[in-house]
């Protein structure tokens, strides 16, 4: 079966680190995928790893470790508008559907 | 503007209403996508289709009922539908083969009194 873990909320002030960690489980593994949600939107692209290691982007990163079966997003000098839900999501492998956590809810605070 | 087009963004319904959802991409992607999202749950796959063939069917009941007439399009055809369906519904996109990223629809969020 398949299982993804993430916990459900966090908060972090203006300016601050935050690491956003997830857990999975699955049958098979062809990549990790983060996503951003604003409240009423789409969920966007953040980022996406498949071998071992960390992938920076400006403001975010994420890792990888695939025999620990975990991942993290970074997200560094926090603005409010990072608070919104970050999903994490793996294909197991085969095809081309993702499987999804239940989604981080950031809460940014002055 | 995403790239895919969801409507409407709103919705409304009873429970022996028959509604669609309607989901439009520009993105030339070969893969479409439904996802039912509940609060505290994770994204829920229903229904896969690639290359307007429908590959994936994940158990959902027969009250859902998709339709994608060509690789731009897709539908999901609501009937008798019950309170615990309601929720946001997801389209997503993409190019296809291999793992790749989705490009979603902004939802429609669907309330059944």
């Known amino acids: 079966g398949q299982n993804i873990d993430q916990p459900t909320e966090m908060t972090a002030t203006e300016g601050a680190i935050v690491q956003i960690n997830c857990t999975y489980q699955t049958s098979g593994f062809n990549g990790l995928f983060w996503y951003q949600q604003h409240a009423g939107e789409a969920p966007t692209f953040l980022s996406y790893?498949?071998?071992?290691g960390l992938e920076e982007k400006g403001r975010f990163s994420s890792f990888l470790s695939r025999s620990k079966g975990y991942s993290y997003l970074l997200l560094k000098e926090l603005q409010m508008k990072d608070s919104a839900s970050y999903l994490c999501?793996?294909?197991?492998?085969?095809?081309?559907?993702?499987?999804f956590g239940t989604g981080t809810q950031l809460k940014v605070e002055l | 503007e995403t790239g895919v087009t969801q409507t409407p963004r709103h919705l409304v319904m009873g429970m022996t209403n028959k509604k669609s959802l309607k989901c439009e991409q520009h993105?030339?992607?070969?893969?479409m996508y439904w996802y039912k999202q509940s609060a505290k749950k994770p994204l829920e796959l229903m229904f896969v289709?690639?290359?307007?063939?429908?590959?994936e069917n994940n158990s959902v009941p027969s009250r859902f009922s998709p339709e994608c007439p060509n690789s731009s399009h897709l539908f999901l055809h609501l009937h008798t539908l019950q309170p615990e369906d309601s929720a946001l519904y997801l389209c997503?996109?993409?190019?296809?083969?291999?793992?790749?990223?989705?490009?979603f629809g902004s939802g429609t969020r669907l309330t059944v009194v």
């Open positions: 289709y690639s290359l307007e063939e429908r590959v």
């Open positions: 997503a996109s993409s190019p296809g083969q291999g793992a790749s990223g989705y490009t």
């Open positions: 999501a793996v294909a197991p492998g085969g095809g081309n559907k993702l499987t």
């Open positions: 993105l030339g992607h070969n893969a």
């Open positions: 790893n498949v071998l071992d």
